[in-house]
């Protein structure tokens, strides 16, 4: 956020600049490791995941309460973020849920590109594969199966469960 003339106004470009690498996790989920990235400044965070073959799986800029993310299944979408209070009489804290709008928000694209673009701490080739994904919103309806394979090869041989098989490995595992 920057002042002038006694205006508060939201100035993606400089909070690009501003944006340094935070930390860098490795989340091991049960096909592969995702390595989450995270890029913070100010009041803007930028969040980063990309698969072993690092490729970028999603990616999600929030400032001031709102989202933008984009990811390989869903593709583009926008919305806010809620924080829930805590409840002091049942010890419970408060959490965050993001509400994602029925209509994508194209001002806050915007901003969330001139953000992207002028991140600084971010390898130009990552920065580049971020910026055409909120620009043009690929996802798996959009790629041809050779690429998706291609891409996510984690993917073969994962065969789709049918109603019955999920049923019956959820009654096999609950035995076990």
Do not use: C
Not at 84 to 100: L, T
């Amino acid at each position: 956020m920057n002042k002038a003339s006694g205006h508060i106004y939201f100035d993606p470009k400089t909070l690009g600049r501003k944006m340094k690498e935070i930390s860098v996790d490795v989340i091991r989920t049960e096909r592969q490791h995702v390595t989450s990235r995270w890029f913070h400044a100010n009041d803007a965070d930028l969040f980063v995941w990309q698969d072993e073959n690092s490729y970028v799986i999603k990616q999600q800029v929030s400032f001031s309460g709102l989202i933008i993310e984009w990811n390989v299944v869903d593709g583009m979408r926008t919305g806010v973020l809620i924080e829930e209070e805590q409840d002091d009489k049942r010890g419970i804290p408060g959490s965050e849920i993001i509400r994602f709008d029925g209509k994508l928000s194209q001002g806050s694209v915007k901003q969330a590109l001139e953000l992207v673009h002028a991140l600084e701490a971010i390898d130009p080739g990552v920065k580049k594969i971020l910026l055409h994904n909120f620009e043009y919103s690929p996802s798996l309806d959009t790629m041809s199966s050779q690429e998706i394979f291609k891409r996510y090869d984690y993917l073969k041989g994962v065969k789709p469960k049918s109603f019955w098989q999920k049923i019956k490995s959820f009654f096999i595992k609950k035995s076990a």
